[in-house]
């Protein structure tokens, strides 16, 4: 079975450092891997995904992601948080259905 | 380009009540999904659309349930009756044929008291 595990439900970073919201997953085969956020009163936005190729996956808004297949891992990172990035953020696998970790809540502190 | 709609964006029903949701997916995108935030747990697949027939119901929580995609366009997902534990967030999420991506609307908030 398939699943997907966000280890912080809150993530603090003051702003103009890095930030990092981890993801574990679990499948079998290979991964599809996705990343959303969700701003308040806003439906799901896509951030970036990783299919196959380069480990290295960069998406909207200066987000990016590493996939490490030993770690089983899909962690999302930016190199300079902003305060505008504070939202639900939601990692999730699969091919035609998703199945989504728990959510991180990101706060950027100014 | 329009994104995903839904309809209405909350919904405050007493139990036994009937509560249809209505979805409008990204224009020519097939594949249809909605999905359920329950207390800020995870967000759970219920099925799968592809154009108007059902690919996937395995998410379906029982027979109270409903969900419909008449034509291929738009879609309804109807609770009858409804129970507490029914509240939560409804998504709907489409797909165009041959991308991996979804595309979520805004959500339904659903209360049932």
């Known amino acids: 079975a398939q699943s997907v595990a966000q280890p912080e439900d809150q993530v603090n970073v003051a702003e103009g450092n890095p930030l990092t919201v981890k993801c574990t997953y679990s499948?079998?085969?290979?991964?599809?891997l996705f990343w959303y956020v969700q701003y308040p009163n806003r439906g799901l936005q896509f951030l970036l995904k990783y299919i196959t190729g380069d480990n290295l996956v960069k998406g909207s808004y200066g987000f990016e992601a590493e996939f490490n297949k030993s770690q089983t891992s899909f962690h999302l990172k930016k190199p300079s948080a902003l305060v505008s990035d504070s939202a639900l953020y939601f990692c999730?696998?699969?091919?035609?259905?998703?199945?989504f970790g728990t959510g991180t809540r990101l706060k950027v502190l100014a | 380009e329009a994104g995903v709609t839904q309809f209405p964006s909350h919904s405050v029903i007493e139990k036994g009540q009937t509560v249809t949701l209505r979805c409008d997916p990204i224009s020519g995108h097939d594949n249809l999904y909605w999905y359920r935030r329950v207390m800020g747990k995870e967000i759970k697949f219920l099925l799968h659309?592809?154009?108007?027939?059902?690919?996937?119901e395995s998410g379906m929580p029982n027979n109270r349930f409903l969900a419909e995609r008449t034509g291929g366009t738009y879609s309804t997902l109807k609770v009858q009756p409804a129970e507490l534990e029914d509240s939560g967030v409804y998504f709907c999420?489409?797909?165009?044929?041959?991308?991996?991506?979804?595309?979520f609307g805004p959500g339904t908030r659903l209360t049932v008291t």
């Open positions: 999420a489409s797909r165009k044929t041959g991308a991996y991506e979804q595309y």
């Open positions: 499948v079998s085969g290979n991964p599809y």
């Open positions: 659309f592809v154009k108007e027939s059902k690919q996937d």
């Open positions: 999730a696998v699969g091919t035609y259905k998703y199945i």
